[in-house]
């Protein structure tokens, strides 16, 4: 089981980043997937959900809710997370996670890819 995010970058306040999460090893469709970020000294905060079927019911954060989408690909097993207006305090590593629930704890989500840094300054 292995889950692979990546892109994330330095970006000005007020831009945008698209990060991706690949899966490999489990069937992908299966799986609720979660993005999460964590700065140093905090705990790993949940941003977004994703269900599996085709309806994609979708959840966020209220901190990152109507600048960031969610979004899966089950024929490519990828899942993303566009994010739009950045803001400083968006700074942080992005984790995607898979699970069979859609919780917010990241002690639900057996699965993780590693973190993807996302840097928000001016």
């Known amino acids: 089981v292995q889950l692979q995010a990546s892109g994330g970058g330095f970006v000005q306040p007020g831009g945008s980043l698209t990060l991706s999460c690949a899966a490999s090893g489990f069937t992908f469709s299966n799986y609720r997937v979660a993005w999460f970020r964590q700065v140093p000294g905090k705990e790993r905060e949940f941003v977004s959900a994703?269900?599996?079927?085709?309806?994609?019911?979708?959840y966020y954060d209220d901190s990152v809710k109507g600048r960031f989408t969610i979004s899966r690909d089950n024929v490519r097993n990828m899942a993303y997370l566009q994010m739009t207006n950045l803001k400083p305090e968006d700074t942080a590593d992005y984790y995607c996670?898979?699970?069979?629930?859609?919780?917010?704890?990241?002690?639900?989500?057996?699965?993780w890819g590693q973190g993807t840094l996302v840097t928000v300054s001016s």
């Open positions: 994703i269900s599996y079927g085709s309806a994609g019911h979708v």
């Open positions: 996670a898979a699970g069979v629930d859609i919780t917010t704890s990241p002690s639900r989500y057996p699965y």
